[in-house]
């Protein structure tokens, strides 16, 4: 009964291929996000979606691609991966209510590492 | 733009002692203001948030809108508070939180 789950935990790749993680939150939340957290355990926001659409997209290299197919999920592909994408990435959602605004419910992270 | 700043990458304590993690913030408008944790192994996780005004495993953080600053604080560290801590920050209207760099606390016995 995982509330935000990630998968897969561990991704060992090489320079230049592409690959996925993928995410799933059963809160019944409206918002989703995508974090990456660097070696240096800085926390920055990649992508936010609303209800499958794209709200927030900071600065990142068009390699990375989130995809959201429902509200309940929301993929990050990365083309021609390099080096300096090597971090954890974090999936989170969170529910659109002043009520409970700020809360966000993480996943245990996806540790990518590109040799 | 809104921007939280943590000046302290590591602090160490021991066990018994009283502890501060340090926050700043620069918001132009009313901020909303968390401090979240991450224990090792686990999941980032909210501790506390300063409109509940409320204390969480001993933990308490006032919101300071002059200094703008909202340390963290606790009067006696346990060896399981030993974790990741980050303050964030939320604007009016959306959730997207901006985090901090992030100070680690090293409660020794």
């Known amino acids: 009964d995982t509330a935000v789950s990630q998968t897969p935990k561990y991704l060992v790749t090489q320079m230049g291929n592409d690959k996925s993680i993928k995410c799933e939150q059963n809160?019944?939340?409206?918002?989703m996000y995508w974090y990456k957290q660097d070696s240096k355990k800085f926390l920055k926001i990649m992508f936010s979606?609303?209800?499958?659409?794209?709200?927030i997209n900071e600065t990142v290299p068009n390699r990375f691609s989130p995809k959201s197919p429902d509200k309940a999920h929301l993929n990050l592909h990365i083309n021609s991966l390099e080096l300096g994408d090597s971090a954890v990435y974090f999936c989170?959602?969170?529910?659109?209510?002043?009520?409970?605004?700020?809360?966000?419910?993480f996943g245990e992270g996806s540790r990518l590492t590109v040799l | 733009a809104q921007r939280v700043t943590q000046p302290e990458k590591l602090l160490s304590v021991f066990k018994g002692a009283p502890v501060e993690l340090k926050c700043n913030y620069s918001?132009?408008?009313?901020?909303?203001l968390f401090w979240y944790v991450q224990y090792s192994r686990q999941r980032l996780q909210l501790l506390l948030r300063?409109?509940s005004r409320e204390s969480i495993k001993g933990f308490t953080a006032d919101l300071n809108k002059g200094e703008t600053s909202f340390h963290l604080k606790k009067p006696f560290a346990q060896e399981e508070d030993s974790a990741m801590y980050y303050c964030?920050?939320?604007?009016?209207?959306?959730?997207?939180?901006?985090f901090g760099k992030g100070t680690m606390l090293l409660v020794s016995p």
């Open positions: 989170a959602s969170s529910q659109e209510d002043r009520g409970i605004s700020g809360e966000l419910f």
């Open positions: 809160l019944g939340h409206d918002t």
């Open positions: 979606y609303n209800n499958k659409e794209l709200i």
């Open positions: 918001y132009s408008g009313s901020p909303e």
């Open positions: 300063h409109i």
């Open positions: 964030a920050l939320s604007g009016i209207g959306y959730s997207t939180l901006t």
